[in-house]
């Protein structure tokens, strides 16, 4: 298992802090999101997937939210 600044830079082939990438704005828990970034979409929210419980994840499915990356 590997820490998760690591995976998320496999993930988006950027470290978090590099200038190359963009912010794509804060999601609905006050998170900052980056374009590259799995988000959680349901209606006028989103939800940075990295950050949520399985059972949130699973809750966000059941009523309709659908999984985008930021761009």
């Known amino acids: 298992m590997n820490h ?10 950027f470290p ?3 200038p190359r990438r963009q912010e794509y ?7 900052e ?11 006028d929210e989103f939800f940075l997937v990295e950050t949520l ?9 059941v009523i309709g939210a659908t999984y985008e990356i930021a761009k």
């Open 33 to 43: 999101v980056f374009s590259g970034d799995q988000i959680l979409v349901f209606e």
């Open 25 to 31: 704005g804060t999601d609905a828990l006050g998170n």
């Open 4 to 13: 998760p600044l690591i995976e998320r830079t496999i993930r988006t082939g």
């Open 53 to 61: 419980m399985n059972e949130t994840k699973e809750a966000l499915e």
């Open 16 to 18: 978090i802090y590099s």
